[in-house]
């Protein structure tokens, strides 16, 4: 049997973008229900400190993360050395989804992973808008 | 102290065996109120699985039965694990206790610094460098494969997303930003066109900005020195400042705290430099 999902908690606290009422109820239904989860105050901050926490959550396997845009999260785990598996990742957007619909994913057994797909092939080597922007450079 | 170099802290709240749980209200309350200090922490008490131990010091809060806490001690002795008993002690005094055990254990001091940085999307990013040469304030810079990094987070310009509007692919994110597709939301062909179009608004307010700022402190010198009047010469930044802050939806005390024309013409000419020299050994290994 595959294990249930971990959960955690990004409470955003250092800007006003995740709706407080929605992060407050997702926090309250996760005090309220006698789960045990992680939870931050600012994955944008602990990314930014290269905290090696990031590593610890990112490892140990399926998790529920409820945070932002799932792009977001995806690139602010890699910048901080600590890539999320992109199988066993489900990101939950408190900016937009209702706390309601958040807190139903998260206690739901099943994982629906949900990261962006990386590149899927690189562009053509003569289209690559990395080598005109080279030749424009390198030609100034 | 830079922000890469703190240590941290990790809060446990252990209600488990050999602990009384805590009421749901005061569990909230404890777990909102670390959570706006700044602080990571763990709940356990009931099922479900959490993140593994790693170096980091831990604070194990718990209403430990008889207010005993248990004697535990990692055995490589390479986590400091330190354990509280919060019985009977209200948030305000969990608060305090928490705070001066951060303080002996040099961890950070969370909340002094609002997170704002750009955020690079890979999958999108084509290391054109078009960042690089942009930022005057040292943000971006490459790793030993010269592959673009965002490795300064701290000296980007709160609430300044400028950057996002130079880079063709819409790769630079700013998690915090308002709107999509710069917040993080997935990025449309539409979006993509915009974020194109808006190389030119940047052209403005990258390459332009420079000599815009230039010519506009050559007038203002010349009258200055005809007039004798600074208010004048900074009246006149301000309008042209505004004008850009308009443009580009960037905060104008973040214009305003730009360096002197001379001075952003040199460190601009540093970054585009760093980005030359960057595509350059690129392309060499490529
Ligand atoms: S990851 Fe998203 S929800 Fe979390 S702090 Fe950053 S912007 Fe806020
Ligand atoms: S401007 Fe965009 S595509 Fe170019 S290097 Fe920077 S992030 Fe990558």
Redesign the pocket.
């Known amino acids: 049997m595959t294990p249930t999902p971990r959960i955690l908690y990004?409470h955003?606290?250092?800007?006003q973008?995740?709706p407080k009422e929605v992060k407050e109820a997702v926090l309250k239904k996760l005090c309220e229900s006698n789960a045990a989860f992680d939870a931050v105050a600012?994955?944008?901050?602990m990314s930014a400190r290269r905290d090696p926490a990031l590593k610890r959550l990112a490892e140990g396997g399926a998790v529920k993360i409820a945070?932002?845009?799932p792009r977001?999260?995806k690139w602010?785990f890699h910048a901080a050395h600590a890539d999320l598996a992109a199988e066993a990742t489900e990101v939950l957007n408190?900016?937009v989804q209702s706390a309601a619909e958040v807190s139903a994913a998260l206690f739901h057994p099943d994982l629906k992973p949900n990261l962006p797909a990386g590149k899927t092939a690189p562009p053509p080597a003569s289209e690559s808008p990395e080598n005109e922007a080279r030749e424009e450079m390198t030609n100034a | 102290m830079s922000l890469k170099d703190q240590t941290t802290l990790r809060i446990v709240l252990y209600e488990g065996s050999g602990a009384q749980p805590l009421s749901t209200g005061d569990r909230f309350t404890a777990v909102s109120t670390l959570l706006e200090k700044g602080f990571a922490l763990t709940c356990v008490g009931g099922a479900g699985r959490v993140a593994g131990a790693d170096g980091t010091s831990l604070l194990v809060l718990g209403r430990f039965d008889g207010g005993r806490t248990p004697q535990v001690e990692d055995a490589n002795g390479a986590v400091p694990i330190r354990f509280q008993d919060i019985d009977g002690i209200d948030t305000h005094g969990v608060m305090d206790l928490v705070e001066s055990v951060r303080a002996e254990a040099k961890a950070a001091k969370h909340g002094e610094w609002k997170?704002w940085f750009p955020v690079i999307d890979y999958d999108r990013c084509t290391n054109c460098m078009q960042c690089l040469s942009f930022c005057l304030f040292g943000v971006y810079g490459v790793d030993e494969q010269q592959h673009i990094q965002v490795q300064n987070n701290d000296n980007c310009k709160t609430n300044c997303p400028a950057c996002s509007r130079v880079c063709p692919e819409a790769a630079i994110m700013f998690?915090?930003y308002k709107a999509g597709p710069i917040n993080g939301d997935a990025v449309s062909d539409a979006d993509l066109q915009r974020e194109k179009m808006k190389v030119d608004i940047s052209a403005l307010l990258g390459g332009d900005i420079y000599s815009l700022l230039r010519e506009r402190s050559e007038k203002a010198k010349s009258r200055f020195s005809k007039e004798r009047d600074s208010s004048k010469a900074l009246q006149e930044r301000q309008k042209c400042l505004t004008k850009l802050a308009q443009a580009g939806d960037i905060p104008p005390e973040v214009l305003m705290s730009l360096p002197s024309p001379e001075e952003i013409v040199r460190r601009a000419e540093e970054a585009k430099a760093k980005a030359q020299a960057a595509l350059l050994a690129a392309n060499r290994t490529s």
């Open positions: 990004c955003c606290a250092y800007a973008i995740v600012d994955l944008c901050e945070a932002c845009y977001a999260v602010l408190m900016r | 997170p998690p915090k």
